[in-house]
């Protein structure tokens, strides 16, 4: 039993670009959907696929590189943990690295970058930093 499973999400991310993965596979759920909705929408990965199969479905991502092999994606770390829930206000999000990273929010409207939460006005569950 996974008691994370963004958490496995992020390492098998962070384990598929270490080794220059084209795409790695994750369990799906729809909060991981969403995490890789963000992803693409800010352009760290090219797309994401839902396989079906049996028995349950699996997230495919296409991971993205610069045009050298540069990896898009240095550090992707976890924020919010289930025993340590972390939760912002949108005036309380900051910029990760003066823009150049993101902050992956869960938001009551769903799961949105912390541009598009503070652009809405929006606050929630801080799931992720990705730079």
């Known amino acids: 039993m996974m008691t994370d499973p963004i958490a496995d999400m992020l390492t098998r991310i962070r384990n598929s670009v270490s080794v220059e993965h084209p795409t790695v596979d994750i369990p799906d759920s729809l909060l991981k959907r969403g995490v890789a909705d963000v992803l693409k ?58 823009g150049m990273g993101i902050t992956v929010i869960s938001t009551s409207q769903g799961v949105i970058s912390d541009r598009e939460a503070r652009q809405r006005k929006l606050g929630g569950e801080v799931l992720c930093e990705v730079y």
Do not use: C, H, M
């Open 41 to 98: 929408r800010e352009g760290y990965i090219w797309d994401f696929e839902v396989i079906e199969g049996s028995p349950g479905n699996t997230l495919r991502l296409e991971l993205k590189y610069g045009n050298n092999g540069e990896k898009l994606i240095q550090k992707i770390r976890r924020v919010s943990t289930p025993g340590r829930r972390i939760y912002s206000k949108a005036r309380d999000l900051r910029p990760v690295l003066n």
